[in-house]
């Protein structure tokens, strides 16, 4: 009897220590893969693996000061490869989701340093295009892909207030089109 007594105390404890957050990061990233365009009449080989600039989003769930999880978005642009010369254009985007649990830790007693280790999953949608513009007529073709992976990511967090969060992480994502190495900037609120 004194066991059922507990449960609903617990129940009611729970959302005392957890919390709702919402996060925006911007940052460079920097594409590997394996992705060529050809053009055997002029003899050029492009392909679209510039560092650029993306931004994404999450929303979290911390269930404690140590565990949470994340559902995170990320859109990357215009990774191109170009030649004037020839009027050639390729360019790469991708928009990824993201699910992974979070693992932070004080890195001092204060908590205002917080160190944070993420690892989960991505579901990435890729769209490849290729243009020719100096053709007649001009030449276009393009291709698309889905892909599952995973990602990891590494960071350090500045408690402004107990609400809000400020700091940088090293993400490497992963899948079988194509591997990203990224640096971000990022912010949450904690709701």
């Known amino acids: 009897m004194k066991k059922y007594c507990l449960l609903p105390l617990l129940a009611c404890a729970f959302p005392v220590v957890s919390s709702p957050y919402v996060g925006l990061e911007v940052g ?9 365009v050809n053009d055997q009449v002029d ?15 999450w929303v979290g769930y911390a269930f404690n000061n140590n565990l949470a999880l ?3 978005y990320q859109k990357n642009h215009h990774y191109s490869d170009n030649d004037t010369a020839h009027g050639w254009d390729v360019e790469l985007t991708s928009k990824q989701f993201s699910l992974a649990p979070v693992y932070s830790w004080s890195l ?3 908590r ?3 160190i ?8 990435t949608q890729y769209q490849l295009s290729a243009n020719k513009t100096r053709n007649d007529p001009p030449f276009y073709a393009s291709k698309s892909t889905n892909e599952l992976g995973a990602i990891g990511t590494m960071g350090l967090e500045y408690h402004l207030t107990p609400n809000v969060t400020l700091g940088c992480n090293l993400k490497y994502q992963a899948d079988s089109y194509s591997s990203m190495s990224m640096m971000t900037f990022a912010g949450s609120y904690y709701f």
């Not at 460079?28 to 992705?35: G, V």
């Not at 003899?43 to 989003?57: E, M, N, Q």
Request: overall charge neutral; glycine content about 10%.
């Open 28 to 36: 460079l990233a920097t594409p590997q893969h394996n992705i060529k």
């Open 43 to 57: 003899g050029l080989i492009l392909s679209p693996d510039s560092t650029d600039r993306f931004a994404g989003l």
């Open 70 to 72: 994340e559902l995170g």
């Open 108 to 110: 001092f007693n204060n």
């Open 112 to 114: 205002d340093w917080t």
């Open 116 to 123: 944070k280790l993420k690892a989960g999953a991505t579901y």
